[in-house]
């Protein structure tokens, strides 16, 4: 059994036990028990927490590193003709409150299908795919 309790800066040659695969919104837990090659992980993290792929977690003996990878996931992928309808997509989400992954060529969520419907209507396209999601935390969220 393994708790970790401390987040450290990602390290690329750091020497982890394993790694803990999560989806974006397992991501945002602090306290969250976790079944690994019938080991158990525990997370107890501060609240607030968003942990981001190539996260590295130390348990609170302070002998084992566990790396985070983002997993996998079902996503809808959008793109637009032009760089306005994409920014109203954005627009439109955001004021849903929906978690959006943003770049400046697309943007990502999660399947919903009338957020789908109301995307296709304002002229955007939509590709289902099983990707990493890495939403944006928000104005007020801590890395």
Not at 85 to 101: D, F, I, K, S, T
Request: net charge negative.
């Amino acid at each position: 059994m393994l708790t970790c309790t401390q987040r450290k800066p990602p390290n690329s040659n750091a020497a982890v036990t394993l790694t803990l695969a999560l989806t974006a919104e397992e991501r945002t837990r602090s306290r969250h028990r976790f079944e690994i090659d019938g080991q158990a992980v525990f997370l107890r993290l501060p609240r607030g927490t968003v942990l981001h792929d190539g996260d590295i977690l130390q348990d609170e003996t302070n002998s084992n590193l566990i790396r985070i990878a983002a997993k996998p996931e079902a996503v809808l992928t959008v793109t637009a003709q032009t760089p306005i309808l994409l920014l109203q997509a954005a627009y439109h989400l955001g004021n849903r409150h929906v978690p959006v992954e943003i770049t400046t060529t697309y943007l990502r969520l999660l399947p919903d299908s009338v957020l789908r419907s109301m995307l296709e209507q304002l002229g955007l396209e939509i590709k289902e795919e099983i990707l990493p999601f890495q939403p944006e935390i928000g104005a007020y969220g801590h890395h």
